[in-house]
């Protein structure tokens, strides 16, 4: 956050523009939403979007729309649109599409790479994807390659502490990066121990399990955790407490392991942290409910801003059963949305003046919207939905696919459809028009990166 601030300052405010804060759009508009028309018209998107990337970037990572090429993470493609798009193209119906991403997948990806990659990064999305992949289709190959990406991955955990590395070579085993956050060290429970339980072999969920705990025990004596550790010494490298990027999936798996296993230890870690989260993060302003920076070992406030990555935080917090808050904070979502038409990636929530201007195709707000919606059937979700979906439409679609915006204010396009447009934001503004027996959120919970994994019904993993 600090970054961003500080690049905003050196570019000039005009890339920052100040907005008055206007009164939020209303939320009631003329017309009462028709649920299927949108279902179709996301679904129709979503080919759009899947067609682009097939014409001009098939077997890469991800899509550059306006320049018509494609873009690989590491200089040789891990397949990162097909699989993260996968279980998308099931969801929708999709089937030529998805039969087409899939024979890619088993015909052609290879995790037998000399690259450095990031842990977190593949394990969200690969490992994530290929694992609700293999649950949804049976294809037995996707829970080979999802056996063989996690035993190259199982290296990064090989520090001191046991918290993984940031990067770990998926040929040689090497790692790098000491100098980790707690969104990387503890979003991988979820993954690794569904690989656990689908191949039997419990290694992979013992090191991410471990690793989870190793870092909430370090907690601040007010229950704080900070956006940077070393995790050879285990010491802090930063003292910035917050929901944002560095942190936010952290939370979201301490909550989500509990209810995707059973596990009561990650049910008591996630009470013992929301209660800290609420009690120093948030921030109530004239202008809302919001959750802010803090001092992990103070509480002191230090930084207001708030930004598209903290928009799953609603949704966090309605499923784990605070609806007041969650209501109350993605009305707040709402208006950073409807400022300007599209979420910028912060906003400083206290003078409503954007600080990065970007909207990076992200799904968060979308995604609470679809959590609120299933939990309240209150329309006024539906409603801001189809603001999102409208917005996205008139702002971001090229003729070649979807593109992530250099500046909402200005609507600057710039061009790259990130693999996670495809996973996250069109399939969580699927399920919120699309009938509730697409999806069976009792039965499922979805990754940080939208991949549902099946719930086991027993306390065993
Ligand atoms: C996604 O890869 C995941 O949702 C992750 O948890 C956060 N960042 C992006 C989307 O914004």
Redesign the pocket.
């Known amino acids: 956050m600090k970054a961003i601030a500080g690049i905003c300052a050196a570019a000039g405010l005009f890339l920052c523009a100040a907005a008055p804060p206007p009164p939020p759009r209303p939320t009631t508009p003329a017309s009462p939403v028709d649920r299927a028309a949108l279902a179709s018209r996301v679904r129709q998107e979503a080919l759009h979007a899947w067609r682009g990337y097939a014409q001009y970037a098939f077997g890469h990572d991800e899509l550059k729309p306006v320049s018509r090429a494609p873009r690989d993470w590491y200089g040789v493609s891990l397949g990162m649109t097909p699989v993260d798009a996968l279980d998308t193209l099931l969801l929708l119906g999709l089937t030529a599409e998805a039969d087409a991403a899939r024979r890619w997948i088993d015909e052609s990806l290879s995790f037998d790479r000399d690259v450095f990659v990031k842990n977190f990064?593949i394990t969200?999305?690969l490992l994530g994807g290929l694992l609700s992949g293999h649950e949804m289709t049976k294809d037995p190959r996707l829970l080979r390659l999802a056996d063989d990406l996690g035993t190259r991955l199982l290296p990064a955990f090989g520090s001191p502490t046991g918290m993984p590395y940031m990067y770990v070579n998926l040929k040689t085993g090497r790692t790098r990066g000491a100098l980790s956050n707690p969104?990387e060290i503890g979003?991988l429970v979820l993954e690794f121990g569904a690989l656990s339980r689908m191949t039997g072999k419990p290694v992979f969920r013992e090191k991410a399990r471990k690793a989870l705990e190793e870092l909430y025990r370090r907690r601040s004596k007010i229950g704080l955790v900070a956006d940077g550790i070393d995790v050879e010494t285990g010491e802090w490298t930063s003292r910035d407490s917050h929901v944002g990027g560095g942190i936010?999936?952290y939370y979201e798996y301490l909550f989500k392991c509990g209810r995707l296993f059973g596990d009561g230890g990650c049910e008591a870690m996630w009470r013992e942290s929301i209660a800290a989260v609420n009690a120093r993060l948030a921030d109530e302003t004239p202008n809302g409910l919001w959750y802010g920076t803090a001092d992990r070992e103070t509480g002191r406030r230090t930084v207001t801003e708030f930004g598209?990555?903290q928009a799953?935080f609603p949704g966090l917090l309605a499923l784990s059963g605070d609806l007041p808050r969650a209501r109350r904070l993605q009305d707040s979502c709402f208006r950073m949305w409807t400022l300007h038409g599209l979420e910028p990636d912060a906003l400083d929530y206290r003078t409503m003046r954007v600080v990065d201007p970007r909207y990076?195709l992200?799904?968060?707000i979308a995604e609470s919207a679809f959590y609120l919606y299933r939990l309240t059937k209150d329309a006024r979700y539906l409603e801001m939905g189809r603001t999102f979906f409208e917005d996205l439409v008139r702002r971001c679609r090229t003729d070649t696919g979807y593109t992530v915006i250099e500046d909402v204010v200005s609507g600057r396009k710039g061009d790259l459809m990130p693999s996670?447009f495809l996973a996250?934001t069109l399939k969580y503004l699927y399920l919120l028009f699309a009938p509730e027996e697409t999806l069976d959120l009792d039965r499922v919970v979805f990754n940080?990166?939208a991949h549902p994994l099946r719930r086991v019904p027993s306390r065993r993993w």
């Open positions: 990064e969200i999305r969104a979003t936010d999936s598209a990555l799953f990076l992200r799904p968060e996670y996250e940080t990166e």
